[in-house]
């Protein structure tokens, strides 16, 4: 197991699922989702309780769906409507799985564990992705390696030098140094940069040229989502690392599922509190992420096969480390934790 | 084991199998095949004894072939003719395992298991692809799944409604209750309709419109053969389900062999007794059977896949399923049954 | 375990180990090299000790390497240079495993075993390839099957006849018979044809034709180079076994290296006595041998395939696999065999 069990992953952008039905696989659960007309999201396991086709390959009857092997009719509760006789009697034991869903912050949310768990309010708080003042867009790679490979990389902006020294990478970044700290299940990793020459994006974010002081601060957040706090403000204007709303701001997020144990779903974006009403910017952003972004899926995947390679090799951790490894102890801790419920009922007895 | 391993299969059509060497691997044998000069069909494993290059690769030298690395020759009962230096001595220990294999109803049977067992009366009797007044003609196709989940196909018609929407489904079919029924090692399920109307297919090869009484009898051949009765007659001709030979009869011919656990070779066709002397209609036919069994090979192959990603799941059988059910029951009981003849020798004894 | 662990093995060609990194994969162990700017050759495993991305995907700096995630410069003798923070004090503890390597006899060769044991007197000794007076070259192939069938391909010349048919098979060659011969880890199979007819290559190598005398002497010298010493020289020369170099004489050179358990790396050339200052000979000969090798990579490739399809069958050696059969003793010895130094200590205790 190389994952928590009871947890909200993301399933998909709110814009991938729609009424027509949308099959990736889970955590090693093949799962369909779609949008009934109400536009609210159902998921269920990808299987049709028959003769297992895929559901996926089915017929959409409003909020149904019907199986294309025998017709079996399944509704949006995972329950039999309709078998594949119609004039045979229901039999409404006869149904597929289904998976708790919330759609939340541009993303429908699933939780494969014990649904009793299920709890809405554990899904991680992606507040830019939502919040009025705020314009948030991105993309989605598969990537053939451990989901914790992308974490790793993205609590360690040193990276940024070499895999992207052709786009983003400056050795500049190297030179502050970071601090690391943890909250909870939460890790942050903080780079702040006083007094700096405003590199060119940001100085056209904030539409000025000059000093000022700079941030990255990367945020991970249970199980697997990493956002990373990114922005200027002009020297003088008093930011600090408690309240730096006074110049131009962005979260680059990064929200990460596991597919199977070596290859995952990468969901990736940026939330930004600036020329929030530019649907350019918005485009042009998304690509350049984009491009940067599969820099990182050619390292990573590389990872991946060369850690299958060498069994006999462990990872290393160095000083640049410490946010990952705290991250990793986080999940470990998770992984093996009896779930919250299953203690109290416990205790009662 | 998901095979019967005393049993004949169908290597290959007899028009695939000639002179020249053909390969396929039967229930995990690797075997090679090819006509004598007679035109009898040898079959042996396809391994030159010396050092297992597929004897297939070789060159046919009359009935003989020589493998392609070393020269060993080796004759049609699978004995050494020559070893690989001319000159030495052959020594006729040196041989590679033959397989019995007999041609009726125009295939290539094999048996590749315990040959003292392989009687030739065991092989399923597909009269209507070799009786006189029919014509007979099909095809082949590799198919990605476990042979079971042909059979379980064709043995509950109501798929057709849904796999073959756009070429043979018809809602009426699931209208007509059916009737399974078992009879040693065989398997029935009848559907008779009584007085309705002739679809346009049966028309045309009735020659006249109108109400007819029509069939379908699925019949399952153990150990892998499903052949249809399907045709109609005009009403108050008597046809009845005894007899009923007196309007236009088919038979859609359905043989599987297991080439691995997951994979099959699968031979079909259609055997009819109207417009016998016309291979327009032959072709035709062939060509537009080949395309809805096209249907079947991709939901067949998406259901072995769904299987292997599930491995919790376990197929359900509903009332449709009940002639698949009773056809899993006498293979599941063959596969573990003790051969005949070594029953024999031990009570001998 | 298919191969001898404490041996010198061909990691490359000369020619193909520069100063950008090259990665192979020996006996299951990735290995990046690279010559350094003193053209001496360093070998270390393919994984950099950070976090295993390979460092052939790295940035050559120098004779250093520096990884293309973090910046971790790894030095040429496997020690870290530079943190991934540069003004991280350096931890020399951090390092890649390095492997012994030696150039000799126009190859690179690598030692993946105990290095204490890396003797390079162990190099197997192919002077044709080295010596003033002798013209070679080559080429190299990946080849999917245990290496070990290669070398049992090239210990019997019968194959020629028949893998070799439209190229340089020649029936002449099985009409002569074999002497094998074992001389410590070395087997020879010696074949002396006194008095015939020059073929036509030998004829043009010695600008002469009429009776000669000719020879073909495999042999193999541990762990897996096959060296064949062919040639004619004019009958009455008095060229013997002994001594033969009064003629036209070549080697054809054969050196193979595991990769995993059933692919392996072969490595094979041509050495000469004539024409040696012809590049245009040295070419065309290439481009000849590459072709028939590919034939023998068809032959081999299909083999190992028909060996993991019928894992119940062994292969059989007959008279003409005396050479291949002694060669397989010597290997399965040394591959158990306690290494010679670990012995001496054992004794001392």
Redesign the interface.
Known sequence: MTHIRNAWYVLGWDSEVDTAPLAR?ICGV?VVAWRKLDRSVVAM???C??????LS?G?KEGDSI??????LKIGADGVAEE??????PV?RR?CTETFAVEERHRFVWIWVGDRALADPALIPDLWPCSTPGWAFDGGYYPIKCDYRLVI?NLM?L??E???HAGSIGQPEL??TPIETRVEGDKVFVTRWMAGVDAPPFWSMALKQTGKVDRWQICEFIAPSAVIIDVGVAPLGAGATLADHDRGVRGFVIDVMTPETETTSHYFWGMARNFQTDDPGFTARFKNGQGGVFLEDVE?LE??Q???D??PA?K??A???DEGGVRVRRIIDRLMTQVPAKTTSVETAL
Chains 1, 2, 3 share one sequence.
């Open positions: 696989t093949p396991r990808d299987a309780p028959h003769r297992l086709l895929p390959m017929i019907r199986c294309r092997y025998h017709g078998m594949p006789i119609k004039t045979d039999n006869v790793d360690d040193t990276h030098t070499y895999v190297m030179e390292i590389a990872q096969r060369s850690i390679a060498n090799l990872l290393r160095y000083n640049i």
